[in-house]
Each structure stands twice: as structure tokens, then as C-alpha cells.
């Protein structure tokens, strides 16, 4: 057995709730072209998937029924490691943002520690006593917290719920950096956030948009495991669309070979996350 310090867990996260078709027609947005395109990520190396969901118009929704078919034609393909979002509809309430989990029991659900202006426009709300609820009702439920960090003051709100028994060590986090209204998405940002986090902490990033490729890079450099995929930028490189969510992740395990790594499978990555 290699030794888990050199692998490397590739996220896909291949919809998010606001790309559209117009965005990148290749984009999967229903359960089955999600399926599709999750089964792809994870035959070209991606360990989880990060998955958010669209109602029939194409807007983002936290629906059960569709993340629970999404979810079953997934589990029946491949064991690649389901990450649910919490935060997939701005309409929705503190109990459509968990009923997904606590019936799906997915291995790993985002944890979106704070609120924030979200892209100039609106709020992205996370309220205190919704987070507390939140972080009880994932380990109830046995259901690992993705730790989203959008911005410094997050990890130290983390770090308040770790003290206080709402998230449990070793935490896993990922950072987000570049979304408008969180940090930028610098590579001195990402120096600075990993600094921040508490000893034997796993963690993951990415870049929003242009950032996606430079935090790509300092990120298995420094030894974190990486995230990619449409809900995060459209574009393969400078003015040309992703053909699809695969493009990336073959980019991203290429990388990580390249670099002497190896990438990690989804058992490995359980391994990894104590899932
Ligand atoms: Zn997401």
C-alpha cells in the first residue's frame, strides 16, 4: 500500500445551481445527464462528486426526488463518494436544505461555515442556529461535513464549532477561492487560508472562473486534494468551453501523475476522509 500522503482525491463538482446550457451547452443539469456525466468523472479518475440539483426550468432546487433518483442511478454504476450540496436554492428552507441527506445518507455534505454577499446580487445566508442544526444533524446522520470556506472569518467560525461539538475532528474542508463577495483567487490566498487550518486537518480547493487552473496547481503542490468541474468554471482554457466534466478531471489526474502524486480512488479517498 502507498503511503495516503501522496494521493491526491479529485472532486467533480459538474453542475452547481447557476451555469446554464447558455453558459455551456455541455453542462448536465437532469438526473439521468448528471448520472452520465458522474460515471465519466469517476472513469477518469474523480473519487467524489459534488452534486446540486435543477427543477425542470433548469434553476437550481433542493428536491429530494431529484437528488434521490440522481443518487440511485449513480450507486448503481459506480462507487465514486456522493457529496450533496446543503445550499442548492436561495428559496430554500433550513429543512429542504437537509432532508436530501438524512434520508440519502450520503458519505459527505457541504457545510457552508458563514454568510456572505453572494455575486454582487443577493445573500447567501447561513445563519447561526441553522449551522448548529446543521452540523448535529449531519453526525446524527453519520454524514461527513464538507467544510466550505469562502473567506478567512469561515475557518474561524469552523473552528468555534469544532470547540463546540457542532463539527467533529479531523475536519475536512474546501476552499473556495474567487466566488464574488469571498476571497480572491490568489495563490497567496490559498498560502494564507491553509495556515489558518487546525492541525490534522484534510482540505481541498479551487478557483472560481480564471482561478480554476493556477489553484489547480498550487493546491497539489501543497498537497491538498483538488476540485474541478463545471459549477466552477465553464471554460477548458482561455475562450474555449469544456466539451465536458471528464475534460477536466483527465486534466486534473494528469497533473497530479505529473506531479509525482498519485490520484486516489474512492476507497482511498474514504480512507483519506475517515468516511
Ligand atoms: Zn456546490
Redesign the pocket.
Known amino acids: 500500500m502507498k503511503n495516503f500522503d501522496q494521493r491526491t482525491i479529485i472532486t467533480v ?1 459538474p453542475t ?2 447557476w451555469p446554464s446550457k447558455k453558459d455551456n451547452p455541455n453542462i448536465p443539469l437532469t438526473p439521468s445527464e448528471i448520472a452520465d456525466d458522474v460515471y465519466d468523472c469517476w472513469e477518469a479518475g474523480a473519487a467524489v462528486a ?1 452534486l ?1 440539483m435543477r427543477d425542470d426550468q433548469g434553476s437550481g432546487t433542493m428536491s429530494k426526488d431529484k437528488f434521490e433518483e440522481t443518487v440511485t442511478l449513480i450507486r448503481d454504476r459506480c462507487d465514486i463518494v456522493l457529496n450533496l ?1 446543503t ?2 436554492a436561495l428559496d430554500a428552507t433550513d429543512e429542504t436544505r437537509m432532508a436530501h441527506f438524512i434520508e440519502l445518507k450520503p458519505e459527505l455534505a ?1 457545510f457552508d461555515a458563514g454568510s456572505m454577499n453572494w455575486m454582487h446580487t443577493t445573500l447567501f445566508i447561513n445563519r447561526p442556529d441553522f449551522l448548529e442544526n446543521l452540523g448535529r444533524t449531519m453526525i446524527e446522520n453519520g454524514v461527513k461535513p464538507e467544510i466550505e470556506i469562502f473567506d478567512a472569518g469561515m475557518i474561524y467560525n469552523a473552528m468555534y464549532y469544532l470547540k463546540k461539538g457542532v463539527l467533529q475532528a479531523p475536519a475536512h474542508f474546501q476552499f473556495v477561492l474567487g466566488a464574488a463577495g469571498g476571497i480572491g483567487g490568489s495563490v497567496e490566498n490559498l498560502v494564507f487560508l491553509k495556515g489558518l487550518l487546525p492541525e490534522g486537518s484534510t482540505w481541498s480547493a479551487f478557483g472560481v472562473g480564471k482561478g480554476a487552473v493556477p489553484i489547480m496547481l498550487a493546491t497539489i503542490a501543497m498537497g491538498g486534494h483538488v476540485r474541478v468541474g463545471m ?1 466552477d468554471n465553464v471554460y477548458y482554457s482561455r475562450g474555449k468551453l469544456a466539451d465536458s466534466n471528464a475534460q477536466f478531471v483527465d486534466r486534473a489526474a494528469r497533473v497530479i501523475k505529473e506531479a509525482t502524486r498519485d490520484v486516489a480512488t474512492p476507497d482511498e479517498a474514504r480512507k483519506i476522509l475517515g468516511l
Request: proline letters at 0%.
Open positions: 463538482a452547481g445551481a459534488h446540486h450540496t445550499s442548492g457541504s459549477e
